[in-house]
């Protein structure tokens, strides 16, 4: 093997993908600016996101990392989560960034 990474991740089915653990994420990306998504898997979607296979917005803000994290007890929590957490200004994200430590 010549040391390139693989992923495969499948979808599931809806009550696989409800019944997993939900986390809602913040990366900084290079430019400085956060995106906030929702995963099962943080460490492969951060690596989709460096991949640039990730959310368009990270495409062109390459390499991201990860910031933040949170574990949610579903899809429908982690959703919510993720559109409260985009509505802050950016200052109150850095505290909660900060605060998380």
């Not at 499948?10 to 939900?22: D, H, I, K, M, P």
């Amino acid at each position: 093997m010549d040391g390139t990474l693989i992923l495969e991740m499948g979808n599931g089915t809806a009550s696989e993908r409800s019944a997993a653990v939900w986390h809602v994420y913040m990366v900084e990306c290079a430019d400085g600016t956060f995106y906030t998504g929702v995963a099962t898997d943080i460490e492969a979607r951060v690596v989709r996101h460096n991949l640039g296979k990730g959310a368009k917005y990270t495409r062109g803000r390459r390499p991201v990392r990860l910031v933040y994290r949170e574990r949610l007890d579903g899809r429908g929590d982690a959703l919510r989560r993720e559109h409260e957490i985009k509505q802050l200004p950016r200052q109150r994200k850095r505290a909660l960034i900060k605060a998380a430590g």
